[in-house]
């Protein structure tokens, strides 16, 4: 969902939008009570969206490797001289709207509690878990996540910050030796196949980034590949990679990255990333998709709420409620990226915003006491 610096590239916003509305109605498809309810008008969009609408993930990860290497590598040489710098700015990035979205989620689900029990719910927090929030270790600390899917967060800022450590490394090397300027795209390539072939085909290093690295690898191969003089040559290897790696074990989630891989490889390479073919609200869709897919779960969840507990138990009234609940996710990311995500980094935002997700669990942790 978040890019390195904000998309000029019609085409890639377009798919983040596409994406990000997936990822809100398979979370709408599996939480909540209104789906269960409206299941007899739709069964087979429900079903599909709980099995497959999760597999956008891994194209957000390939999109994020791609922006990243045209940034910090736009050559295929890496240009990355400050990794605590560029590490730390990537950080506030991610953390300042995040925050935002999930003290708004503490308050929706202590309202939700009210309405209904459901197990969509999740508990009022504790303070080790709202810390464990906001350095991005919910997951590694085995904390209940406060909000749906904010897991790929941490996830997202472990994939960059590797990154950052491979090519402040190739740097290092090719500054020191002239004829060592490959060294970023083996390192890359080896961790790329490792992921691929060994990570990635064992759950136990699923809440790490070498469990994802295989996507968002083949994100930064690609970029270089459309750029590189032999682009034919690596266009093959990359294909040939993914191929091999789903003879070894076929996964839905890899072959949907190797698609998406090629295609932003050939959007690349035959100019179609810049040029102006969406309508705009796709294109802005996909600017707010960070910010709609922090929020979507926290609006949801009320809405979910408020039907179940004030409306009558029938299929079209809850069809509506979760049109109605998109809707009300997109406008409420949109704001969210007009307020925080858009806006420059200040001092305030960084003591206002920890600030008050703190108080706010703390205050919920009372109020469930």
């Known amino acids: 969902m978040k890019a390195d610096h904000p998309s000029r590239m019609p085409f890639i916003d377009a798919l983040k939008a596409i994406c990000c509305l997936l ?26 969206l709980r099995e497959y609408g999760r597999i956008a993930v891994q194209i957000f990860f390939v999109i994020a490797g791609f922006l990243s290497a045209a940034k910090l590598a736009p050559q295929g040489l890496s240009v990355v001289t400050n990794p605590v710098g560029l590490i730390q700015k990537r950080y506030l990035r991610l ?26 719910i999740p508990s009022a ?39 950052i450590l491979v090519l402040w ?61 032999h682009r034919v040559f690596w266009f093959v290897v990359l294909i040939a990679l993914t191929f091999a790696a789903l003879t070894v074990d076929f996964r839905l989630r890899i072959a949907a990255a190797g698609c998406v891989m090629l295609m932003l490889g050939l959007a690349r390479h035959y100019d179609v990333l810049e040029k102006k073919w ?36 029938q299929p079209i009234i809850h069809l509506i409620g979760l049109f109605l609940a998109i809707g009300a996710s997109l406008g409420g990311g949109i704001l969210l990226f007009k307020w925080l995500e858009a806006r420059p980094v200040t001092s305030r935002m960084r003591i206002l915003l920890p600030t008050g997700f703190i108080a706010c669990g703390l205050l919920a942790m009372l109020g469930n006491g």
Do not use: K
């Open 95 to 120: 953390i300042i709207p995040y925050l935002a979205a999930l003290t708004l989620a503490i308050g929706c689900a202590a309202l939700a509690r009210v309405w209904m029990n459901h197990e969509s």
């Open 23 to 48: 990822i809100v109605t398979h979370h709408l498809a599996i939480y909540g009570p209104m789906s269960t309810i409206a299941y007899p008008l739709i069964p087979g969009l429900i079903d599909w």
């Open 278 to 313: 969406v309508p705009d609200y796709l294109s802005y869709l996909g600017r707010a998709s960070y910010s709609i897919f922090l929020i979507h779960f926290p609006i949801s969840l009320v809405i979910n709420a408020a039907f179940f507990r004030f409306l009558p138990h």
């Open 125 to 163: 927090p504790n303070f080790f878990q709202l810390l464990s929030h906001i350095f991005l270790l919910h997951d590694l600390l085995n904390q209940e996540v406060l909000s749906a899917g904010i897991w790929y967060v941490a996830i997202d800022f472990q994939l960059f910050a590797l990154l």
């Open 169 to 229: 490394i190739s740097n290092q090397i090719q500054t020191r030796y002239s004829g060592m300027q490959i060294m970023g795209l083996l390192f890359i390539l080896s961790l790329t196949t490792i992921s691929l072939f060994f990570f990635n085909r064992d759950s136990y290093w699923d809440e790490t980034a070498l469990y994802f690295f295989g996507s968002y690898g083949l994100g930064v191969l690609i970029y270089w590949a459309s750029i590189s003089q």
